[in-house]
């Protein structure tokens, strides 16, 4: 099997690139299968490596670092809105600050446990999201995920955080930018749509669309989605203001909040939203661009190394 490694140096605020030397070492002894490594040198870098790698027949991409390497990983597998190579997998080994999408996996967060599993080579099919938005440069574009999504509060948090140097680590820098975020934000009017059903206008503070359960550092924000059942969890937090927001932050962690009076969820394939106010859009721990945007799901999709 052609295995390529893709490196973040940036993972773990700088860790990664300082380690790689021994890590490699402990990476070729427990993996089970020659690779070629490949570091990443700017943002976006590891998703040309990916796709221009699949291209040249690799079979197997491994993401080394937090969930936002594993978003550019995920994208170098598509082009022009097709998988490359559908026999392609993709497999993770985390090591970054963040580590939120191997949590509904089950996974450890050590080397050890992420070599022994690529060793077994036991793939399982994955659901992918896919997300049509405006860019930055106001232009429509075409991003996927694999774990979590969210627009609303919930970009500006991504968009604080990714501003510092996480140095307080994963967990502390996504409450610092919570906390921090919730103190100014303005709920927004978003209209939205479900499955292409009835349009519906609310007064919202975030909007969550999980693959995966897990983000924000460990918050077990969509407790009930699954990775491969050709659904997308969404989850509305509806008008709540800072101290309700904070009072209840320890509910989002545990995965409790559903009850909540002001806060719904439903499993969907495809979520259209608009606002006329601007509203960020966080995917996997990167914010990529501002609604209008459509999210839906594409069953099954990936192969990955579970």
């Not at 773990?12 to 990476?27: F, H, S």
């Not at 994208?75 to 080994?93: D, Q, R, S, V």
């Not at 859009?281 to 990936?302: Q, S, W, Y």
């Amino acid at each position: 099997m052609k295995a390529v490694l893709i490196i973040n140096p940036a993972a773990g605020n700088g860790r990664t690139g300082r380690r790689w030397g021994r890590l490699e070492k402990q990476i070729r002894s427990g993996m089970g299968l020659p690779f070629d490594p490949i570091l990443t040198e700017r943002p976006g870098h590891a998703t040309e490596i990916v796709r221009d790698r699949i291209l040249q027949g690799a079979e197997m991409m491994v993401s080394v670092g937090g969930d936002g390497t594993h978003h550019e990983v995920l994208n170098g597998f598509f082009e022009e809105g097709e998988l490359i190579n559908p026999k392609a997998c993709m497999a993770t080994i985390t090591v970054g600050t963040g580590g939120d999408f191997i949590k509904t996996l089950g996974w450890e967060k050590t080397l050890d446990f992420a070599l022994r599993r690529i060793a077994a080579r036991r793939v399982r099919p994955l659901d992918v999201g896919i997300v049509e938005f405006l860019g930055a440069d106001g232009k429509v574009c075409r991003r996927y995920f694999m774990n979590m999504a969210d627009f609303g509060a919930g970009g500006v948090v991504v968009r604080r955080v990714n501003g510092t140097s996480k140095i307080l680590g994963g967990r502390m820098s996504f409450l610092w930018g919570i906390v921090s975020t919730l103190v100014t934000y303005k709920n927004r009017s978003i209209t939205y749509t479900v499955d292409d059903q009835t349009e519906h206008t609310a007064i919202l503070n975030n909007v969550i669309i999980g693959n995966g359960r897990y983000y924000g550092g460990g918050i077990r924000a969509a407790p009930h989605a699954r990775l491969d059942d050709g659904f997308l969890d969404v989850v509305f937090i509806g008008d709540v203001g800072f101290t309700e927001a904070l009072a209840n932050l320890h509910r989002f962690r545990k995965g409790t909040h559903l009850n909540h009076p002001k806060i719904s969820w439903m499993p969907v394939r495809v979520i259209e939203a608009r606002s006329q106010d601007p509203v960020y859009i966080n995917m996997d721990g990167e914010c990529t661009g501002t609604l209008p945007a459509r999210f839906h799901v594409l069953p099954k999709k990936i192969l990955f190394v579970v």
